[in-house]
């Protein structure tokens, strides 16, 4: 008989990447995986204007 200290990290990486595939599924059947740049893109603009904002400070303050 196969020992399960031979076969039970094939299985265990088995179940794993099993489990991995579902939740890929599930996420592209679920729509979560869709128009997902958007949020970074938000995210960028946020960060810009609050660079500019910065900067307009640091124009003000300087002598």
């Given at each position: 008989m196969?020992?399960?200290g031979i076969t039970g990290p094939y299985l265990g990486a088995l179940l794993m990447?099993?489990?991995?595939l579902c939740l890929f599924i599930?996420?592209?059947?679920?729509?979560a995986?869709?128009?997902t740049?958007?949020?970074s893109q938000?995210?960028?603009e946020r960060e810009m204007e609050n660079?500019?904002?910065a900067r307009e400070?640091?124009?003000k303050w300087q002598p």
């Open positions: 196969i020992e399960f990447s099993l489990g991995a599930w996420g592209v059947l679920s729509g995986l869709f128009n740049d958007e949020a938000k995210f960028f660079d500019e904002r400070q640091r124009r």
